[in-house]
T-cell receptor, first 115, second 116 residues
Framework: AQSVTQLDSQVPVFEEAPVELRCNYS??????LFWYVQYPNQGLQLLLKYLSGSTLVESINGFEAEFNKSQTSFHLRKPSVHISDTAEYFCAVSDRRTSYDKVIFGPGTSLSVIP | GAGVSQSPSNKVTEKGKDVELRCDPI?????LYWYRQRLGQGLEFLIY????????KSGLPSDRFSAERTGESVSTLTIQRTQQEDSAVYLC??????????????FGPGTRLTVL
């Protein structure tokens, strides 16, 4: 069965500093990978996804994530964070082999940006 | 609106009562999911519906939990004889659910269930 590990439950970082949120998954097969974000008092929304092609994917608000097959990782990075990036971030994975669309979520990382 | 909607937004009930939560997915989305999110924790998968296929119920925590879906539209999650540990936000999501692929899930605002 798929599983997703997010090693850091909470990450405090100063405004304009870089940040990396770690995500590892357990799978020996091809996967799709996602990062979802949940801003305070809002619903979950997709931040970025890796389906195929380039292993580096970017979001519209400056985040990027790199798929590393050998390390089974999909870490999320941003070179300079803003106060508005404060949110809960969830890494998720689904199995390419399945004929349906089941996605497994990690436990989440709470990013707090300090002014 | 065109998003996923859930009702009620908040539900307070007494221990032992039954509750029914409703989810209206985005029109045309064949896949529908229910998750539970306890305070300060991640998403816990409950159940997955895909078109006319048998649902994946592997995440339901006990036989007090059940869910139904009418075709490719509305779904209801029912919790019988509620317990205090059932208190959580119940999230519904839908996606296009393309066979052999994986697409974005669109989440509803959730139902906050409090069991007294």
């Amino acid at each position: 069965a798929q599983s997703v590990t997010q090693l850091d439950s909470q990450v405090p970082v100063f405004e304009e500093a870089p940040v990396e949120l770690r995500c590892n998954y357990s799978s020996s097969v091809s996967v799709y990978l996602f990062w979802y974000v949940q801003y305070p008092n809002q619903g979950l929304q997709l931040l970025l996804k890796y389906l195929s092609g380039s292993t580096l994917v970017e979001s519209i608000n400056g985040f990027e994530a790199e798929f590393n097959k050998s390390q089974t990782s999909f870490h999320l990075r941003k070179p300079s964070v803003h106060i508005s990036d404060t949110a809960e971030y969830f890494c998720a994975v689904s199995d390419r082999r399945t004929s349906y669309d089941k996605v497994i979520f990690g436990p989440g990382t709470s990013l707090s940006v300090i002014p | 609106g065109a998003g996923v909607s859930q009702s009620p937004s908040n539900k307070v009930t007494e221990k032992g009562k039954d509750v029914e939560l409703r989810c209206d997915p985005i029109s045309g989305h064949t896949a529908l999911y229910w998750y539970r999110q306890r305070l300060g924790q991640g998403l816990e998968f409950l159940i997955y519906f895909q078109g006319n296929s048998a649902p994946d119920k592997s995440g339901l925590p006990s036989d007090r939990f059940s869910a139904e879906r009418t075709g490719e539209s509305v779904s209801t999650l029912t919790i019988q004889r509620t317990q205090q540990e059932d208190s959580a936000v119940y999230l519904c999501a839908s996606s296009l659910g393309l066979a052999g692929g994986s697409t974005e899930q669109f989440f509803g605002p959730g139902t906050r269930l409090t069991v007294l």
